[in-house]
């Protein structure tokens, strides 16, 4: 399935568009996000909901981040050896932190940074380097409360979705330069995992006014998403609706309001979202 969220809706991406399902997910209160939480249910009856009459058009829908509230926000750092290279190359790895996973651990990025392609990226500090990076994301759907092995770890995940991870480049803290309102950025859908069994053959590539600055295979990451799950499981109890930003390619750049960005990974789904400058 590929599920997404639109204004106060959810939806179902269908055979004539997008369906909306919002009657089958339940919004109350709960450390789960409301439409993970929905998935099993919706699973059974996603046959007859495909052939449902379409809502939305996929060309014109507003989409919002399709996971509402995570109880947090991960990110790998360096988990492609090219951008590793590329970041130990540049002036940016400066404060001891441009290792690997295994070398640096999970940096955390504020849930209040999170939005969807139709928010759009609010861009400050105009003076300073911001970049752009394509991540694909974990989206964890079962609750996970002791440490777990890869070989486990696949049955804790939801599904899939494109991410962006908007960086600004300075001396403070990674997780503050990445944690900006705006600056974390998810959708269009949430692609469920029995639709990706193979995440290896899948290309991910981000393009800026058109130009392709990212481009390379899932298989080239350094630590795969069940390795991920299971590294997370050691430090953290992770909830239905948590994610996993698992970490960017080489490719890296800047961006300036105005700008259109297109990240997009085969399977999953393409994001495309405008820069616009921050207004007070």
């Given at each position: 399935m590929k599920l997404c969220r639109i204004g106060h809706h959810y939806g179902l991406l269908g055979k004539n568009g997008i369906v909306d399902i919002t009657s089958y997910v339940e919004q109350g209160q709960s450390p789960a996000d409301p439409l993970v939480a929905a998935i099993p249910a919706l699973q059974q009856r996603a046959p007859a909901l495909a052939q449902g009459q379409a809502r939305w058009n996929q060309a014109d829908a507003a989409f919002l981040s399709p996971v509402r509230n995570p109880t947090k926000i991960l990110a790998a750092p360096n988990n492609y050896r090219a951008h590793l290279e590329e970041m130990r190359k540049t002036a940016f790895a400066t404060d001891g932190k441009s290792g690997t996973l295994e070398e640096a651990g999970?940096?955390?990025?504020?849930?209040?940074?999170l939005v969807g392609p139709a928010d759009g990226i609010a861009q400050r500090f105009l003076d300073r380097r911001t970049d752009h990076e394509v991540e694909l994301v974990v989206v964890i759907g079962t609750?996970?409360?002791?440490p777990v092995t890869p070989a486990d770890a696949l049955k804790f995940i939801a599904g899939y979705s494109v991410g962006l991870d908007i960086t600004l480049r300075g001396p403070e803290e990674r997780s503050l330069r990445k944690s900006i309102d705006t600056y974390t950025m998810l959708g269009p859908f949430?692609?469920?995992a029995d639709e990706v069994p193979d995440l290896s053959a899948l290309r991910v590539q981000l393009s800026v006014n058109g130009s392709v600055r990212q481009a390379t295979l899932l298989s080239d990451m350094l630590f795969g998403a069940a390795e991920q799950v299971a590294y997370a499981s050691k430090y953290y109890t992770l909830f239905p609706g948590d994610l996993i930003y698992t970490g960017t390619p080489s490719g890296v750049g800047p961006i300036r309001p105005g700008d259109v960005i297109d990240a997009d990974i085969e399977s999953i789904g393409r994001l495309q979202t405008r820069v616009r400058a921050f207004k007070t």
């Open positions: 999970f940096f955390l990025k504020a849930t209040s940074s609750r996970v409360d002791r949430l692609v469920t």
